[in-house]
């Protein structure tokens, strides 16, 4: 059971906007900033998105994150085929003496 | 360029400890921290503890207190995690990641390290 809770599976056709939701609490995304990865398959996870809404660099404008209270968003506009991968949020979470959670991950199938 | 390079695969029996080294170059090594994350096949990402190499300090999380340790070496710019009385359980790969002092924002990642436990 994951602390934040993210949506198993996701989808959408080649040009559609997908987003997936990210629900925390006042511990985590309530008091903290939200971070997103991407993961292709058999590779290591990848920062997506930083500090809620930022993007590093290299990272394409398609991709976009948003924070509200206790639950964040990932956008994903004009989807890609590459796009297919699984999509974790993270943030600090402030018991336990501070520790970093995930949620549980979104498969993202791109039909 | 800026990477981590990790160790190879191990295989290791229930109750031994395996220590998981993790080697950083295209950047300065005791200005960033190192966290390390592992995932079991088909499963999500559990976060367990990070390390300032300049200082040594170390955050754990409370699952693995007492089983693991995180140190570093920075004349080789190498970060090690061992974890301790191995189960079934623990069987994952094991990722380091580079974070800004203080931040949780895992910006570089090392390719991952297979740990299997098996009898």
């Known amino acids: 059971q994951s602390v934040l809770t993210q949506p198993p599976s996701a989808s959408g056709t080649p040009g559609q906007r997908v987003t997936i939701s990210c629900s925390g609490s006042?511990?985590?995304?309530?008091?903290?900033?939200v971070n997103w990865y991407q993961q292709l398959p058999g590779t290591a996870p990848k920062l997506l998105i930083y500090?809620?809404?930022q993007r590093p660099s290299g990272v394409p404008d398609r991709f976009s994150g948003s924070k509200s209270g206790t639950s964040a968003s990932l956008a994903i506009s004009g989807l890609q085929s590459e796009d297919e991968a699984d999509y974790y949020c993270?943030?600090?979470?402030?018991?336990?003496?501070?520790?970093?959670?995930f949620g549980g991950g979104t498969k993202l199938t791109v039909l | 360029q800026v990477q981590l390079v990790q160790s190879g695969a191990e295989v290791k029996k229930p109750g031994a400890s395996v220590k998981v080294s993790c080697k950083a170059s295209g950047y300065t090594f005791t200005s960033y921290d190192i966290n390390w994350v592992r995932q079991a096949t088909g499963q999500g990402l559990e976060w367990m503890g990070w390390?300032?190499?300049?200082?040594?300090?170390?955050g754990y999380a409370q699952k693995f207190q007492g089983r693991v340790t995180m140190t570093r070496n920075t004349s080789i710019s190498t970060a090690y995690m061992e974890l301790s009385s191995l189960r079934s359980e623990d069987t994952a790969v094991y990722y380091c990641?580079?974070?800004?002092?203080?931040?949780?924002?895992?910006?570089?990642w090392g390719q991952g390290t297979m740990v299997t436990v098996s009898s």
């Open positions: 993270a943030a600090w979470d402030d018991s336990l003496n501070g520790h970093v959670v």
């Open positions: 990641a580079r974070a800004e002092d203080g931040d949780d924002a895992f910006d570089i």
């Open positions: 006042s511990s985590n995304i309530g008091s903290n900033t």
């Open positions: 500090s809620n809404n």
């Open positions: 390390m300032n190499p300049n200082s040594g300090n170390t």
